[in-house]
């Protein structure tokens, strides 16, 4: 019995070293950062919903009609309330903001005169979803 107990015990052993290594992968959370005086803001639309505060939101949106044609337009609010906002009629901006899931990270500037200058859209898996 001793023998046969050894032996299971080391099968077990063996089988579990055998066994694949599962990993939860990685997770971060992107709260919204505004910066006046570079004209830029960033941060995870879902770390934004999931935030603690009420304050912090970060968004685009785009808007099109037969008169103005195509327009984008980006929101952010930090966690200090400060509110900042660009707007854009650049075909590739809006191709961009119209690229941008629910979850996504997105970073955006802007010129002295409020127009967007740059967006950028990060979608992975580290980005963490928006909870209801």
């Not at 195509?70 to 906002?85: K, P």
Request: proline share 3%; net charge positive; with cysteine.
């Amino acid at each position: 019995m001793k023998r046969f107990s050894k032996s299971f015990g080391m099968s077990v052993a063996l089988v579990l070293l055998a066994a694949p290594v599962v990993y939860a992968g990685a997770r971060s959370t992107f709260n919204v950062v505004v910066s006046t005086v570079n004209r830029t803001a960033e941060g995870s639309m879902g770390s934004a919903r999931n935030s603690t505060d009420a304050t912090q939101r970060i968004y685009c949106r785009t808007f099109a009609d037969n008169t103005a044609g195509e327009t984008m337009r980006c929101f952010a609010v930090d966690t200090a309330g400060t509110y900042v906002s660009c707007y854009s009629t650049a075909p590739a901006l809006i191709r961009s903001v119209q690229s941008a899931g629910d979850e996504s990270y997105i970073a955006f500037t802007w010129d002295a005169s409020g127009i967007c200058q740059s967006f950028d859209v990060l979608k992975g898996s580290h980005l963490a979803p928006k909870n209801p």
